[in-house]
């Protein structure tokens, strides 16, 4: 990396000697925890140590799909490959990988690998970094859904947009018309847990704000999911705005979203 830039073995150096005596203790501890019910058994396992850099690369050629657990093992992610070692666009999941950079990454993650890993370890990884992609994945599916009910319901077009307020960006997830002056703004917003609940009422109100700094006409509103039915009325006053013309709740079903969007959209 350029000089004062760091790479994903800086930001591992920062808190290898940390990680390192945690990871002692927390072995310790889940010894002492579970001293009944540990037992000794074979497993097989992948002996990296034993490994060249060729061989890594070899492997990841032939079988991609180990890819990400051999990643995730090592703290790295597609961000850092791409960062460091300038490879685009890479699937971690289902990669299709070139020879030539099996080799560059081989290369790079060689010197991150235990010397060992069991390999229902690794499989095991791979699932959690695969279960949370998924999930990640839904939860985007829900502001795709309610923005196609905004589309159907408005006879409108609806779509992400960009506004300029000076020299910030700031981006609506749901905007009317698809182009020139912005008539109608919508923020949705999923807010999952009630310590959030300050830092995204703020986050929409200065959205609102600037909109209407830059087309003082326009109607701003918000769709926001939040699980905790009894503390609505909490995020409502924290929204109440004269920048902010309508606010509704949807959860995530069809019926919801739809009953959020019909009562949204006259207020708008």
């Avoid at 150096?13 to 002492?32: F, I, T």
């Avoid at 300038?86 to 990454?105: F, G």
């Avoid at 589309?151 to 300029?164: E, I, P, V």
């Amino acid at each position: 990396m350029p000089d004062g830039y760091e790479s994903q073995k800086d930001y591992i150096n920062w808190v290898k000697a940390d990680a390192d005596a945690r990871q002692e203790n927390v072995d310790q501890a889940l010894r002492e925890a579970f001293a009944s019910f540990i037992r000794r058994c074979e497993v097989d396992m992948v002996v990296f140590s034993d490994m060249t850099a060729v061989d890594l690369a070899n492997a990841i050629a032939a079988k991609p799909l180990v890819l990400k657990a051999l990643l995730a093992s090592c703290n790295v992610a597609a961000r850092a490959i791409e960062r460091d070692l300038d490879i685009r666009n890479l699937d971690t999941y289902m990669p299709n990988i070139e020879k030539d950079h099996a080799l560059v990454i081989a290369g790079y993650l060689k010197p991150f690998l235990p010397p060992y890993l069991e390999l229902p370890v690794l499989s095991r990884i791979d699932r959690i970094c695969y279960v949370d992609k998924e999930i990640r994945k839904g939860k985007g599916g829900w502001e795709r859904k309610v923005l196609a009910s905004l589309n159907q319901a408005s006879g409108k077009t609806f779509r992400k947009r960009r506004f300029a307020v000076g020299k910030e960006f700031f981006e609506l997830d749901a905007a009317t018309p698809g182009m020139g002056p912005i008539t109608i703004g919508i923020d949705i917003k999923r807010i999952e847990a009630r310590r959030d609940i300050h830092k995204r009422c703020d986050e929409i109100v200065n959205k609102a704000t600037k909109l209407k700094e830059v087309f003082p006409r326009a109607k701003f509103g918000a769709v926001i999911y939040y699980p905790f039915v009894s503390d609505h009325a909490n995020i409502l006053s924290r929204l109440r705005s004269s920048d902010i013309d309508g606010v509704v709740f949807a959860s995530h079903t069809e019926d919801s979203i739809e009953n959020a969007v019909r009562l949204l959209l006259p207020t708008l």
